[in-house]
């Protein structure tokens, strides 16, 4: 079989249940693996074991949110030999006008924030702007 690998997304978000449901419409419609986690110091033990193509983040999580924890994946990434390249960032938040939110999308490597409740297609449009090369799935 000629297809290339399923690309490999990270999505960190208290909201498990949105979670969930995002998960199984992308996997649906995409190649693409998703890991998730309801907690971002999980979220973070995954980043540094694993390497992805994409990290979705929500903006707004008890103690550590998704800028927070970009931050740090950044952090560690930079410091490694060789360093790892951070992949593109999509903040997925409550107050997208929020003013910290809107500083962070000065940062080249977070490709969008999109509020919640979200359009899936908005998700869709971002993901194959950060993952161009991503393939659907063969029947959707």
Request: aromatic content about 8%.
């Amino acid at each position: 079989m000629g297809a290339s690998e399923a690309k490999r997304f990270l999505m960190v978000d208290d909201d498990a249940g949105l979670m969930r449901i995002t998960r199984e419409a992308l996997t649906s419609l995409l190649r693409c693996e998703i890991d998730t986690s309801p907690s971002p110091e999980y979220g973070f033990e995954l980043a540094l074991r694993r390497s992805y193509d994409l990290l979705i983040f929500d903006f707004s999580m008890p103690m550590i949110d998704g800028a927070m924890l970009f931050y740090l994946i950044g952090k560690v990434y930079d410091h490694e030999r060789p360093a790892r390249s951070v992949p593109p960032l999509i903040l997925v938040t409550g107050k997208g006008d929020d003013k910290r939110a809107q500083e962070l999308l000065q940062d080249p490597r977070v490709a969008g924030l999109i509020p919640k409740p979200f359009a899936l297609n908005r998700l869709l449009e971002k993901i194959r702007a950060c993952v161009p090369d991503i393939e659907p799935m063969p029947d959707a």
